[in-house]
């Protein structure tokens, strides 16, 4: 094999997998409960959110982000695409603030499929589900444009 056609392939395998990494972004949304009063956030309001920078949906409710577990592909896509940071980052992120006591991470549930009903049933909650599981318990508050 020549070196162009090495290049070649290297270049392909990694288009692949920023194809992978663009659809599993696609298919991870943000969800709230039906009950609750907020219909759209920005990308940066979620960051604040999720990152702890605020503890208030934009209407002055109090929120309460639910995150899934580690080493799913759901908050894997969601952290690199809604909050631009890697699960790694995001940990040591939160390793800080927690040392300091300036606060603590979003709720973990597990599994997966339990999030959609724990937001469900409260309006102050805040989570990413697959965009297959939406229904009419929850409703989509972001639009992901990566």
């Given at each position: ?47 604040d959110i ?23 592909g759901e ?51 805040i989570g ?19």
């Amino acid at each position: 094999m020549t070196r162009l056609q090495k290049w070649t392939r290297m270049i392909l395998v990694m288009l692949m997998a920023a194809a992978c990494q663009f659809a599993m972004a696609q298919d991870v949304v943000l969800v709230v409960s039906r009950k609750c009063n907020v219909s759209s956030l920005t990308q940066e309001q979620v960051a604040d959110i999720f990152l702890g920078k605020t503890s208030a949906f934009p209407n002055g409710a109090s929120v309460i982000p639910i995150d899934q577990q580690e080493g799913t592909g759901e908050r894997e896509a969601f952290y690199h695409h809604f909050i631009g940071k890697t699960e790694a980052q995001v940990r040591t992120y939160w390793s800080k603030i927690v040392f300091t006591g300036k606060g603590y991470p979003p709720i973990e549930v597990v599994p997966p499929e339990r999030v959609k009903r724990v937001i469900r049933d409260n309006p102050n909650y805040i989570g990413y589900i697959k965009r297959r599981d939406v229904d009419s318990s929850v409703k989509v508050v972001v639009v992901l444009h990566p």
